[in-house]
């Protein structure tokens, strides 16, 4: 895709976090960052789960304790087909399918693998001239770390956006079995953290122990709790703070 | 064993951390504390390792943690054959057999197991004598959370004492394989964290596995990093603070 700079659409501020619209091109996005920073900060990334979008709670609440537990800033677009984006006839379509499967009770993996696959596949390039954009702000700039957090689909195009984008040189992600996202996982090499529910009803838990396993990484740690998939405890996203704050010499402060 | 009331032997601080050497009956032990604390704190027993001892640099640096970071009480006892305790014949000839082994580059999970599973019957009704004593200590009392952390022969001991003592609610463990353990395993409920090293070169991947799995705990959650049994990093012990912190409602500090 074409070089876009980044636009500032809106801003607020509240719970010492300012949150910050922006646009690249058409691509909608949010940076939220510290009220009080000044000095630059590491900057992560985090891909929002299948059916969400940029502002779902789950990310809302991610991104709070990123940036004020770890002092980070973080950036979150809207994925093809999701949030403020257009659908198209084969997002509907897929998502007539997903549905009409959970209805009757079928497995919807097939389903979720090929659209994951599918969106991954439309949001790398995103993602990196945005990643571009990003780097030019002065409060983020070139060369300082940049970290990836996503589970469920922010996995499944977390892991092909880190196997080409050497920029981002630390990884949580999670709740994801191994299908389709195992040969790619074997070309990572940077710090992973995975977690995992060991009563996951949709992702069996052999499968979720193989992408595991296939990570590259010399620094890899699974974390995998009792529970079905919606049971991911709430420390678990704590953890990713003190995960990225140890990799990139961030203060984390309150982490209990 | 009869009931022997806590004597101190010896006391010192440092670090902010009042350490006091004790006997219950002829068990030697040692209980570290907050040297600001005044009121009551909930208490940690730690299992130490095989061949090491309740003073050994990595009981010390996790009671440091426990006590500092955590607000703890954390008591540590030598075990049968261990650190000042006198070693009987059948000590001696479990250790030559162990060095041989290893000398000849033999299994030594045979002994390893059969010697725990012999120093944690002896040990058990030592422990369960030691925390009536700690009990009666009016920083302690009773009624208070007790938790257990220990790893290797400290999990050899931990799983069957947690199993009968009822005062145990929340335990670390790890670094062991499942053979002779998953029985009793299967009969804790209490929230367990089990750490395990994914490349262990001792104890089998499929085996620690199915030790985790065979706890019948709600609240259980796995930690397996990269690297063989003595990589075990250091932050797994800033996660055992923050485990017993989040279940016995301390307010735990400084843990990155």
Redesign the interface.
């Known amino acids: 895709m074409h070089s876009h700079s980044l636009q500032f659409t809106a801003e607020s501020s509240s719970n010492g976090m300012v949150e910050r619209d922006f646009t690249v091109g058409d691509i909608p996005g949010v940076l939220w960052s510290p009220a009080s920073a000044a000095d630059r900060a590491p900057l992560i990334l985090i891909g929002h789960d299948g059916a969400k979008h940029k502002k779902h709670p789950a990310m809302t609440g991610r991104a709070h304790l990123l940036v004020n537990n770890g002092g980070f800033h973080v950036a979150v677009i809207d994925a093809p087909g999701h949030g403020d984006r257009p659908r198209t006839a084969h997002d509907e379509q897929e998502r007539a399918a997903l549905s009409a499967a959970w209805a009757a009770g079928e497995p919807v993996s097939p389903i979720v693998v090929r659209y994951n696959a599918h969106v991954a596949e439309l949001v790398l390039p995103e993602w990196r001239a945005t990643l571009d954009a990003l780097q030019e702000l002065p409060e983020i700039g070139t060369g300082g770390p940049v970290g990836y957090f996503g589970v469920r689909m922010g996995t499944a195009i977390g892991v092909p956006l880190v196997a080409i984008e050497p920029r981002i040189t630390a990884a949580v992600f999670g709740l994801h079995w191994s299908d389709a996202l195992v040969e790619t996982a074997k070309e990572i090499t940077i710090p992973i953290e995975f977690a995992m529910q ?1 009563d996951d009803e949709h992702n069996p838990r052999e499968a979720s ?1 193989a992408l ?2 296939a990570f590259a ?10 529970g079905k998939q919606g049971e991911l ?1 709430r ?1 678990e996203a704590d953890s990713a703070v ?1 995960f990225f ?2 990799h990139f010499g961030q ?2 402060t309150s ?2």
């Open positions: 060991w122990l595991f396993d990484s010399k620094e890899k740690t699974l974390h995998a709790n009792a405890p420390f003190r704050a140890r203060a984390a982490l209990v």
